[in-house]
T-cell receptor, first 122, second 112 residues
Framework: GAVVSQHPSRVICKSGTSVKIECRSL??????MFWYRQFPKQSLMLMAT?????????EQGVEKDKFLINHASLTLSTLTVTSAHPEDSSFYIC??????????????????FGPGTRLTVL | KNQVEQSPQSLIILEGKNCTLQ??????????LRWYKQDTGRGPVSLTI?????NTKSNGRYTATLDADTKQSSLHITASQLSDSASYIC???????????FGRGTSLIVHP
């Protein structure tokens, strides 16, 4: 149990276009999902916290108008990178925190990570 | 400020050998500490989770230790395999929060 998927796994796009990345919890409901980005040989950096049915909370320095987050259901959150530029090229990882209502209940507030999406902006 | 420091930054060992990775954390109040394995181009996968009262936990060939007094943890890998080549990330969580503090990871390479 506690499987999180991401789609797509890899995406290459032209500069100026928008890219949508999906994060799904497959066998549990997640009231909270997180979006991270990771540069080569660096640790995961939290971008934003996404709560179902409400606006996302962005970390300092992350542009909310550039990285649009929608958490429309208890099993799906999306990250849209708008007007992508080469410096947005990175590895984007989502994680999900199981909720108390239905599905598995996380112990220790454990987040379950998706497999990541490699974004390359040309 | 919550911090997690890992050492060494990278490590190369021969297949079959053992190794130990270190983690020092400054997280207050402390809730739990986890070790993750992250293969290249993949998301992190949990290896162990320990709370304040636990000082050792094993998962197959992986054994994690925790010293809450010195705020140190280690991950010991026994009889390493080629598939152990990955980044190992130490993550600490403070009480009352669900936002963890990540270490930068130790990159382990196992050579045949």
């Amino acid at each position: 149990g506690a499987v999180v998927s991401q789609h797509p796994s890899r995406v290459i796009c032209k500069s100026g276009t928008s890219v949508k990345i999906e994060c799904r919890s497959l066998d549990f409901q997640a009231t909270t999902m997180f979006w991270y980005r990771q540069f080569p040989k660096q640790s995961l950096m939290l971008m934003a916290t996404s709560n179902e049915g409400s606006k996302a909370t962005y970390e300092q320095g992350v542009e909310k108008d550039k990285f649009l987050i929608n958490h429309a259901s208890l099993t799906l959150s999306t990250l849209t990178v708008t007007s992508a530029h080469p410096e947005d090229s990175s590895f984007y990882i989502c994680s999900a925190l199981p909720g108390l209502a239905g599905g598995n209940v996380a112990s220790y507030n454990e987040q379950f990570f998706g497999p990541g999406t490699r974004l390359t902006v040309l | 400020k919550n911090q997690v420091e890992q050492s060494p930054q990278s490590l190369i060992i021969l297949e079959g050998k053992n190794c130990t990775l270190q983690c020092n954390y400054t997280v207050s109040p402390f809730s739990n500490l986890r070790w993750y394995k992250q293969d290249t181009g993949r998301g992190p996968v949990s290896l162990t989770i320990m709370t304040f009262s636990e000082n050792t936990k094993s998962n197959g060939r992986y054994t994690a230790t925790l010293d809450a007094d010195t705020k140190q943890s280690s991950l010991h890998i026994t009889a390493s395999q080629l598939s152990d080549s990955a980044s190992y990330i130490c993550v600490a969580l403070s009480g009352g929060s669900y936002i963890p503090t990540f270490g930068r990871g130790t990159s382990l390479i196992v050579h045949p």
